[in-house]
């Protein structure tokens, strides 16, 4: 619990606005001129000029302010000009401060004649529901333990009569409302405290904080409230009922007029046509050659406009027509921008990537001679041996096979070797009697194992002319690709070799002769398709 906020000294009473009070407002009864009892009689509050008015007592008088203790010295009440007050004797020394603890009964809570209006009470429910949710569990009044679980919103809907009743019989409740309230709303808190009311306040806002705090002459800011409402509502409705009224008036008035001049123009139409019948018999021969002559020469401007319209229809078409083809070479022109670009970012990024490939190959090939071989400095060269030895397996006829898979299996063995693979020609080579689908799911799925066993790089290439309406998933470490609509699957082999570093190594699988010679000459290893699938076989 919080200590007790010291009592300050109380205001005058406030000024209340002149008219017949609202309906509900509080009337001062026979209690008003009683001097109020207990310690609080002598203390600042009991001193001032309202002491001897009706504020001075009454349930108002012994709110919190006017019930917690305070710093100020007691004084003896002065004597009042008139009232039954001015014959009583001086007020006792004001007795020891009460403990936090202790609560004011119900009768020095809440005036019994004081009835909230509607938005007063509206936001004084919406603060406790606040107030509710932030109150440590000790300090929750028992009747509202259940509520405080409930959101501020269903709190104000359901548990709007127990609040209500908790805000007159709970003092400490009230008074952390009270809080909550001050705290949104210091400037507004502190006038009510003092009695005052600013004249740019919501008068709502002053009665909720008045109920609240209960300064002394509380209910007048309640009943202030209560006439500014009913002063809002009847100036709205008063507005609202000239509003209809002028509004009523002046269709009245335009109606009138309307009919005024109807009948003035009637008049004046009946004396025109009686003055010029016989006029008008006379004209008549001569205004139906005039009408005819009019038509004539209105067919002949309709004519000329409608030329005119297809000729400037004929304009915009050619304009538009122009438009659109500078439009198409705009286009075709950033196009031919943006390729240009592209191609550029993709030959910097291939050289890049063929240069750092190469650097990877070159370091893995020397890593890996040096920690397996661990050969020992020597004076003979690799150049020195390569001529005898390829002369001496010639005689022998040991040179190695293409379609050998030993050859196939060591050349996968090469580090950073890139296995390149003519997808239809091994697929029809090995089991061409299945469908094309069939034939590169088992092609792929074996090529799959091969490049987890081996490391290796894998690439098959499909001809584009059957390429699948939807790309099946392929499995990992296998790169599959389909030649473009009018280029072949060997056209993307070539250029497949070509995109390599020169001393990677790169083995090309296919039958096809051409394009064993081809890639033979850029570098490659060519090795025919029966070693591919041999392999494949045994793995």
């Known amino acids: 619990m919080t200590a007790p906020v010291p009592a300050a000294p109380e205001p005058p009473e406030p000024p209340v606005a002149s008219g017949p009070p609202a309906p509900g407002s509080p009337t001062p009864g026979p209690a008003a001129s009683k001097p109020a009892p207990g310690p609080a009689a002598s203390g600042p509050a009991a001193s001032g000029p309202a002491a001897s008015g009706p504020a001075a007592s009454g349930p108002a008088a012994s709110g919190p302010a006017a019930s917690g203790p305070t710093n100020a010295e007691p004084t003896n009440a002065e004597p009042a000009a008139s009232g039954p007050a001015a014959s009583e004797p001086p007020a006792p020394e004001p007795a020891a401060e009460e403990p936090a603890t202790s609560r004011p009964s119900s009768a020095e809570l809440v005036a019994p004649d004081t009835v909230l209006p509607g938005a007063v ?135 009138r007029e309307a009919l005024q001049e109807q009948a003035e123009r009637a008049a004046a139409e009946v004396t025109t046509a009686r003055a010029d019948a016989d006029a008008l018999r006379k004209q008549v021969r001569q205004l139906t050659g005039q009408m005819r002559a009019a038509e004539r020469a209105a067919a002949a401007a309709d004519e000329a406009l409608a030329e005119e319209r297809r000729r400037a229809t004929a304009v915009e078409s050619t304009a538009q027509a122009e438009l659109r083809r500078l439009k198409s070479r705009l286009a075709e022109t950033e196009d031919a921008v943006e390729g240009a670009r592209r191609a550029a970012r993709g030959s910097r990024n291939a050289d890049e990537a063929r240069l750092w490939l190469l650097l990877e190959t070159v370091s893995g090939a020397v890593q890996g001679l040096r920690r397996e071989l661990a050969l020992t400095p020597t004076d003979e060269r690799p150049g020195d041996t390569v001529s005898a030895a390829t002369a001496a397996a010639a ?130 290893y060519p090795i025919p398709s029966v070693s591919l699938l041999a392999r494949l076989e045994r793995a």
């Open 121 to 255: 009470r509206q936001r004084v429910l919406s603060l406790a529901a606040d107030a509710l949710g932030r109150m440590p569990a000790d300090e929750v009044p028992a009747p509202l333990r259940a509520a405080a679980r409930f959101t501020p919103a269903k709190r104000a809907r359901l548990a709007a009569s127990s609040l209500a009743v908790a805000l007159e019989s709970e003092s400490l409740f009230r008074l952390r409302v009270a809080e909550v309230a001050e705290r949104q709303q210091p400037a507004a808190a502190e006038a009510v405290r003092h009695a005052e009311s600013p004249a740019a306040a919501d008068p709502v806002e002053l009665a909720v904080l008045a109920y609240l705090l209960r300064p002394e002459g509380w209910p007048a800011y309640v009943e202030r409230a209560d006439r500014s409402l009913a002063e809002r509502a009847e100036r709205s409705r008063s507005a609202e009922r000239d509003e209809l009224v002028t509004k009523l008036q002046t269709q009245l008035d335009e109606a």
């Open 395 to 524: 005689a022998a006829g040991i040179l190695p096979r293409g379609d050998d898979p030993a050859l196939l299996s060591r050349l996968l063995e090469l580090p950073q070797v890139h296995l390149v693979v003519d997808g239809y020609n091994v697929t029809k080579t090995g089991y061409g009697d299945l469908p094309l689908a069939a034939q590169r799911k088992r092609l792929t799925q074996g090529l799959a194992v091969l490049a987890a066993r081996t490391g290796a790089e894998v690439t098959v290439v499909y001809d584009g002319a059957d390429r699948p309406p939807a790309m099946p998933a392929t499995p990992r470490g296998v790169r599959v690709l389909f030649s473009q609509p009018g280029q072949t699957a060997d056209e993307v082999i070539r250029r497949l070799v070509a995109a390599e570093p020169t001393g990677r190594p790169v083995v090309v699988v296919s039958a096809d002769k051409e394009v064993a010679d081809g890639v033979k000459r850029s570098g490659a």
